[in-house]
């Protein structure tokens, strides 16, 4: 449940989301009937020193109501200066809220989509996890709906600036075929990306799909496709995507990684390069990407930092962990 697993800081206070409540319908063989999810969350801002609440919003309606009652937010927010910036859906409406970050005072709020019912936070479990949080860049917003819209608002001028329909990963099949009857993607499968947050690089604009792939590269002045990716062209089990200086993405599956150009799409290695199974973010340093991996053998695991060299996909070794103060290195294996 990536919504309820994020969090978020401007430096001052943490930001998290709360109370979202179960996923799906839950039988309750004692009453003898199914308690249906919530169609609200609570929006809450943490002193880290204390770990007392400075302000909330959200959570139920009723007499002591507070401000944004019935609303669900979709995910941790974007913090701008003293700004935080959230999306939230209430009513079956995807907004985009300006927030002061200090006080919890709603600034401004700007309607983005009307969401189907089918794909509302009362009826679709997966839209409900995703954890959706807008991306800033060159005073454009990236707002990610989970229904197969992306927004882009201008934050300066207050507007809509582009809206983008994208196929979900649910509705196109391993080489990009739209199908006739597309299905909500199962949450309680550990499939897709970790996370599904818009990645700005320049101009270009790259949307993953929280739940499955696929993964598309848009123009972030007027939100054109450029490129997108299906599973096949995509490590197996795609999760981790990041892009370096050099404008090269890479991409990391479930035991293997791949760069791309961010120009075209099109991949830098000759083939994907082998890695033990990823167990988190990796970073990149001078030119070499750091993944933490796991080995796992009978009654045994075994926790590496595996190294690829981002120009040519070469296995540079894993760094293993020891007693000493300086690090053991594995025995450099074959370029695959």
């Not at 998290?16 to 004692?30: H, V």
């Not at 005073?139 to 608002?153: E, Q, R, S």
Request: hydrophobic share 40%.
């Amino acid at each position: 449940d990536a919504n309820a697993g994020r969090l978020s800081t401007n430096g001052e206070l943490v930001f998290a989301i709360e109370d979202s409540g179960a996923a799906q319908a839950i039988d309750d063989p004692e009453a003898k009937t199914q308690l249906a999810p919530s169609t609200s969350n609570r929006l809450a801002a943490y002193e880290p020193a204390t770990g007392r609440i400075r302000w909330e919003l959200g959570g139920g309606e009723g007499e002591s109501a507070l401000v944004e009652a019935g609303t669900f937010f979709l995910g941790a927010p974007l913090p701008v200066g003293n700004s935080l910036y959230v999306l939230a859906e209430t009513d079956a409406v995807v907004r985009l809220l300006e927030i002061d970050a200090l006080n919890g005072d709603v600034r401004w709020s700007q309607p983005l989509i009307e969401v189907a019912r089918v794909w509302s936070i009362a009826e679709n479990a997966g839209r409900r996890l995703m954890g959706l949080s807008p991306s800033l860049s060159q005073g454009t917003l990236i707002c990610p709906t989970g229904t197969g819209f992306v927004v882009a608002v201008d934050v300066v001028r207050r507007r809509l600036r582009w809206i983008e329909d994208l196929p979900l990963a649910s509705m196109v099949d391993a080489d990009g075929l739209i199908q006739m009857k597309p299905a909500p993607v199962d949450p309680s499968k550990d499939t897709g990306w970790v996370d599904g947050t818009p990645v700005i690089a320049g101009s270009s604009v790259l949307i993953p799909r929280p739940g499955g792939h696929p993964i598309y590269c848009l123009s972030l002045k007027d939100g054109s496709r450029q490129w997108a990716l299906y599973a096949r062209k995509l490590p197996p089990n795609a999760r981790w995507l990041a892009v370096d200086d050099r404008q090269r993405l890479l991409i990391v599956g479930e035991r293997s990684a791949q760069a791309y150009d961010m120009a075209t799409g099109a991949p830098l290695w000759k083939r994907p390069s082998s890695l033990p199974t990823p167990c988190g973010s990796g970073l990149i340093m001078a030119g070499t990407l750091y993944v933490p991996t796991r080995e796992v053998a009978i009654g045994k695991t075994r926790g590496l930092i595996s190294r690829l060299d981002i120009a040519t996909g070469e296995n540079l070794g894993d760094i293993l962990p020891t007693s000493d103060s300086e690090p053991a290195v594995a025995e450099t294996p074959e370029t695959p």
